[in-house]
């Protein structure tokens, strides 16, 4: 009786290994596909700018597909032997994405309207400028403080710098190889401002309607 129960209780043990084991495997697999990607699909009609957001549900393969039609849900993700399968729904219509890992890409086919094409995605670039910024400017060897809000939507700007002068918004903005570029329109004339990120705060050098230039810092909010 004993050693059946000893039996037992190491096949009871060695079952629940496996399980874990194998959840964790699920898991691992599942977390390599996760992030936001960004690329195009190929159809006899031209190419199509689409946006992959893919997020884990209690470690399921979840989130939506961003088309110039509009937004797809993901509703069933299938993931066997490196094939990543997804069926969306949205806009009114249906969508299906089959995907395999290629580096830091990913492969495969979309098919939405009965067409179908080949398509690739690239992760996006980590959004490390949208929020709000304290920021200070060098002004004829002053402290000029300001604050920006930025929005980050692919490589371009939007946002506003507001001080005690008021608010000026954003008309250009770009963010291109770690480069920010922006462009205010103020009461009195156009801000050129451009920066780079160095230890998580901006620095770089401004242009008051060629009246006036000077370096500026910004720090973000938490």
């Known amino acids: 009786m ?24 699920v898991s691992a697999q599942t977390s390599s596909w996760i992030g936001k990607y960004e690329g195009a699909a190929k159809s006899p009609d ?9 997020t884990d549900d209690a470690g399921k393969i979840s989130g939506q597909i961003t088309s110039p039609h509009g937004v797809y849900k993901i509703v069933k ?8 399968t997804l069926d969306a729904e949205g806009a009114g219509a249906k969508g299906k994405l089959t995907l395999r890992q290629k580096d830091t890409s990913l492969v495969g ?18 959004d490390e400028i949208s929020g709000d910024w304290d920021a200070v400017a060098d002004a004829g060897g002053q402290p000029f403080p300001f604050t920006l809000v930025l929005k980050l939507d692919g490589d371009k700007v939007t946002g506003s710098s507001s001080s005690q002068l ?13 480069k920010l570029a922006i462009v205010l329109e103020s009461g ?30 910004a720090v973000k909010k938490k």
């Open 46 to 54: 031209g190419e199509i700018h689409l946006a992959l957001d893919l």
């Open 166 to 178: 008021g608010t000026s918004n954003i008309s250009t903005g770009s963010w291109k190889d770690g």
């Open 188 to 217: 009195s004339g156009q801000i050129v401002m451009n920066a780079t990120i160095v230890d998580g705060k901006f620095s770089g050098d401004y242009d008051f309607a060629g009246q006036s230039s000077g370096k500026w810092v």
């Open 109 to 126: 086919d979309f098919t939405a309207d009965g067409k179908t094409g080949p398509v690739e995605f690239k992760k996006a670039a980590k």
């Open 77 to 84: 993700a299938q993931l066997t032997d490196g094939l990543l």
């Open 2 to 25: 004993r050693i059946i129960t000893a039996r037992n209780a190491f096949r009871a043990q060695l079952s629940i290994f496996v399980i874990v084991a194998a959840a964790m495997m």
